[in-house]
């Protein structure tokens, strides 16, 4: 029983009327559905020639459809490979030489631009799916079986593969097996005591580990029910909280709920857990959380390449500012980030990660994948300590890496971009404090011409070259970078000068 499908759907509720999803729109999906189109879409991508191995790559807004699809690569022993459809063509085209799918899958709105891209990187089948159902993927899966034997696959089968940048160089694919996924979702399920009359509010979106794995996976694994929303839509969230018995979510969702005058503490009495994850959620926040709703924030800390690795409990202390404790069958260590070396209890180091979460490595990477592991554990380039009762909290980061929002941006990348623009002579990129992403973008550069400010012309320089995410929210133009003695740009200096420029409502 290797196959993640197989050991998910061992858990589905056995009735035909057993609900697995609600959507917006009131439209219902049963989990006999689950079953019927998945086993239609593992018959669509045999039938295009998608063998066990082949990636499929998705690059779509969030729907039902979506999920099925990747149900039916589980089950057909393809390999899922979503893609946040922010990103532009140029970041597109990288995916797609790099994956090379057999199958590429996109809105339909796109499909005139990235056909060609998808032809340039040998892509055999381009199909459309809409967020509406729309599409000529779900055009062809109705006429093919709700039938289908769920492939076996060896438990370290590839799954899935997400992309996640680097501080330095190309955009590297995780691979996860069906092995990782799911020891990872049935841990948590026990932890955080997910069962059959839960209701998930699912705001996220599905092409991260946080939405796609820990909120999918481990509702199907307890045969609980969901609201699946398209976004978070502050509206929709406080209008389906009322049904919802559990609410997953980065801390801008929290922010953004706490700023909102609706919501208080009788809409969510009933509620039995407020999970949050993806980015940190200040103590401030938490603490507001509670005095607010009577509720206990339950964090967790998890990494694309990793998984899950630690969670504050379900029963017993849940301590704001820190990221919980290991999760069974998870080791985490703190190490000295230089030599590796084990650092005494308390003492802050990076972060250092092993367990059946942790992933098999970059997808035709060997040699960064090595990189990345040290004496068998992940070093996952966060900084923090571990205090007397076993709790991890999180400092710092040791990599270059800004969190907005829960999305990660690689500064390296965005100064890439931005040195490319004529105007500019160099530039550095930096995150400061934001209050409802958590951190916002900044750049900071110089001019090749003296007396250029134009903020407004970088912006578009950037508008078709990085994901509406990743691109400075504010530029700031100087005569020069502060750098220390061997040339490397004092980002401490910047974030200090530029710390509070998120302040203003309007931003
Ligand atoms: C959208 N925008 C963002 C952004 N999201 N900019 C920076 N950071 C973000 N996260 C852009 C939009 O394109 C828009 O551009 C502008 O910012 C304002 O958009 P908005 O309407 O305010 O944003 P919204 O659509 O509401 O999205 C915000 C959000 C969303 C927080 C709801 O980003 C989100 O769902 N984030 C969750 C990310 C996530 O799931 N992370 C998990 C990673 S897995 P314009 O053009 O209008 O200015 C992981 C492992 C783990 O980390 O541990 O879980
Ligand atoms: P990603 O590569 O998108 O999976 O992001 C993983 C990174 O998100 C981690 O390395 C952490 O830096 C960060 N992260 C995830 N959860 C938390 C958390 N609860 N607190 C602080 N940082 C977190």
Same mark, same amino acid.
């Given at each position: 029983m290797a196959n993640l499908y197989s050991r998910l759907e061992s858990g589905f !509720?056995? +009735?035909?009327?057993?609900?697995f999803a609600t959507t917006g729109d009131g439209v219902a999906l049963t989990y006999q559905g689950v079953r019927d189109q998945s086993a239609r879409y593992a018959n669509l991508l045999q039938s295009l020639g998608?063998?066990? +191995?082949d990636r499929v790559a998705v690059q779509a807004s969030k729907s039902l459809d979506m999920l099925m699809l990747y149900l039916g690569c589980l089950r057909s022993g393809a390999i899922f490979l979503p893609l946040n459809p922010a990103y532009t063509a140029g970041e597109l085209g990288y995916f797609l030489k790099d994956a090379n799918p057999r199958l590429f899958v996109c809105a339909p709105s796109s499909e005139q631009d990235v056909r060609p891209l998808a032809v340039a990187a040998g892509v055999e089948h381009v199909m459309t799916l809409g967020g509406n159902g729309a599409g000529t993927l779900v055009d062809s899966v109705s006429a093919h079986s709700a039938e289908f034997d769920t492939v076996h696959v060896e438990n370290d089968a590839i799954a899935a593969i997400l992309y996640t940048s680097g501080t330095t160089g190309r955009s590297k694919g995780a691979m996860l097996s069906h092995d990782n996924l799911a020891s990872n979702c049935f841990t948590l399920k026990n932890y955080w005591r997910f069962n059959a009359d839960d209701v998930l509010l699912h705001a996220l979106p599905?092409?991260?580990?946080?939405?796609?794995?820990?909120?999918t996976n481990v509702l199907m694994a307890a045969g609980a029910q969901m609201i699946f929303l398209q976004t978070f839509d502050v509206d929709q969230v406080i209008t389906a909280l009322p049904r919802a018995t559990v609410m997953m979510g980065v801390p801008t969702f929290y922010i953004r709920l706490l700023n909102d005058?609706? *919501?208080?503490r009788d809409l969510v009495a009933h509620i039995r857990l407020f999970v949050s994850g993806s980015a940190p959620l200040s103590a401030d926040i938490h603490r507001a959380f509670r005095e607010h709703t009577g509720q206990v924030i339950l964090e967790r800390y998890g990494m694309t390449e990793t998984n899950m690795n630690t969670s504050n409990p379900y029963e017993g202390e849940r301590r704001p500012g820190t990221v919980g404790l290991p999760l069974p069958g998870v080791s985490v260590r703190i190490a000295d980030p230089e030599s590796g070396t084990v650092l005494p209890q308390g003492e802050v180091g990076v972060i250092e990660i092993q367990g059946p979460?942790? *992933?098999?490595?970059y997808w035709n990477m060997p040699e960064k994948t090595a990189a990345e592991f040290r004496n068998g554990y992940f070093i996952s380039g966060d900084l923090g300590l571990i205090d007397a009762d076993g709790y991890v909290a999180i400092v710092g980061r040791a990599k270059d890496l800004i969190i907005s929002g829960g999305y990660n941006i690689y500064p390296a990348e965005v100064e890439a971009a931005l040195d490319e623009? !004529?105007?500019?002579?160099e530039s550095a990129v930096i995150g400061v404090s934001h209050p409802d992403m958590g951190e916002g973008v900044v750049g900071v550069v110089v001019a090749n011409q003296a007396g250029f400010v134009d903020e407004a012309v970088i912006k578009a320089e950037l508008q078709d070259q990085l994901a509406r995410f990743k691109q400075p929210r504010r530029i700031f133009f100087v005569d020069e970078l502060p750098k220390n003695a061997m040339g490397k740009v004092q980002k401490n200096l910047l974030r200090e000068t530029y710390e509070n420029v998120f302040q203003s409502p309007s931003h």
């Amino acid at each position: 029983m290797a196959n993640l499908y197989s050991r998910l759907e061992s858990g589905f !509720p056995q +009735g035909a009327a057993a609900i697995f999803a609600t959507t917006g729109d009131g439209v219902a999906l049963t989990y006999q559905g689950v079953r019927d189109q998945s086993a239609r879409y593992a018959n669509l991508l045999q039938s295009l020639g998608v063998e066990p +191995g082949d990636r499929v790559a998705v690059q779509a807004s969030k729907s039902l459809d979506m999920l099925m699809l990747y149900l039916g690569c589980l089950r057909s022993g393809a390999i899922f490979l979503p893609l946040n459809p922010a990103y532009t063509a140029g970041e597109l085209g990288y995916f797609l030489k790099d994956a090379n799918p057999r199958l590429f899958v996109c809105a339909p709105s796109s499909e005139q631009d990235v056909r060609p891209l998808a032809v340039a990187a040998g892509v055999e089948h381009v199909m459309t799916l809409g967020g509406n159902g729309a599409g000529t993927l779900v055009d062809s899966v109705s006429a093919h079986s709700a039938e289908f034997d769920t492939v076996h696959v060896e438990n370290d089968a590839i799954a899935a593969i997400l992309y996640t940048s680097g501080t330095t160089g190309r955009s590297k694919g995780a691979m996860l097996s069906h092995d990782n996924l799911a020891s990872n979702c049935f841990t948590l399920k026990n932890y955080w005591r997910f069962n059959a009359d839960d209701v998930l509010l699912h705001a996220l979106p599905i092409f991260h580990t946080h939405g796609l794995f820990v909120a999918t996976n481990v509702l199907m694994a307890a045969g609980a029910q969901m609201i699946f929303l398209q976004t978070f839509d502050v509206d929709q969230v406080i209008t389906a909280l009322p049904r919802a018995t559990v609410m997953m979510g980065v801390p801008t969702f929290y922010i953004r709920l706490l700023n909102d005058s609706r *919501f208080d503490r009788d809409l969510v009495a009933h509620i039995r857990l407020f999970v949050s994850g993806s980015a940190p959620l200040s103590a401030d926040i938490h603490r507001a959380f509670r005095e607010h709703t009577g509720q206990v924030i339950l964090e967790r800390y998890g990494m694309t390449e990793t998984n899950m690795n630690t969670s504050n409990p379900y029963e017993g202390e849940r301590r704001p500012g820190t990221v919980g404790l290991p999760l069974p069958g998870v080791s985490v260590r703190i190490a000295d980030p230089e030599s590796g070396t084990v650092l005494p209890q308390g003492e802050v180091g990076v972060i250092e990660i092993q367990g059946p979460n942790v *992933f098999k490595g970059y997808w035709n990477m060997p040699e960064k994948t090595a990189a990345e592991f040290r004496n068998g554990y992940f070093i996952s380039g966060d900084l923090g300590l571990i205090d007397a009762d076993g709790y991890v909290a999180i400092v710092g980061r040791a990599k270059d890496l800004i969190i907005s929002g829960g999305y990660n941006i690689y500064p390296a990348e965005v100064e890439a971009a931005l040195d490319e623009i !004529p105007q500019i002579r160099e530039s550095a990129v930096i995150g400061v404090s934001h209050p409802d992403m958590g951190e916002g973008v900044v750049g900071v550069v110089v001019a090749n011409q003296a007396g250029f400010v134009d903020e407004a012309v970088i912006k578009a320089e950037l508008q078709d070259q990085l994901a509406r995410f990743k691109q400075p929210r504010r530029i700031f133009f100087v005569d020069e970078l502060p750098k220390n003695a061997m040339g490397k740009v004092q980002k401490n200096l910047l974030r200090e000068t530029y710390e509070n420029v998120f302040q203003s409502p309007s931003h």
